[in-house]
Nanobody
């Protein structure tokens, strides 16, 4: 059964850090690029970062470049998002998924940046 389970969100002050995790199952994880997305209230879901298979290149949205780092552990079927220097506008529900051949979305993990 294909499944994506995100975790690691929470409440953090501006300038703080969080590390999100996504556990994938039910498909050949190491063969696919994986991405993190986010959706803020009233906004469409947006692509945040992508890591290509086998530890290949990474891509970032301009709004997070230099602050967020995406990584993966193919042995554990995990993808991570290290978020540093968080801003109020990073508040959103964060999801992981494949950027192509999209899977059913998980429940996401809520990130709230607030003072």
């Amino acid at each position: 059964q294909v499944q994506l389970v995100e975790s690691g969100g929470g409440l953090v002050q501006p300038g703080g850090s969080l590390r999100l995790s996504c556990l994938a199952s039910g498909f050949s994880f190491g063969s696919y690029a994986m991405s993190w997305y986010r959706q803020a209230p009233g906004n469409e879901r947006e692509l945040v970062a992508t890591v290509f298979p086998f530890g290949g290149p990474t891509n970032y949205a301009a709004s997070v470049k230099g602050r967020f780092t995406i990584s993966r552990d193919n042995a554990k079927n995990m993808v991570y998002l290290q978020m540093n220097s968080l801003k109020l506008e990073d508040t959103a529900v964060y999801y992981c998924n494949r950027p192509t051949f999209t899977l059913p979305w998980g429940q996401g993990t809520q990130v709230i940046v607030s003072s």
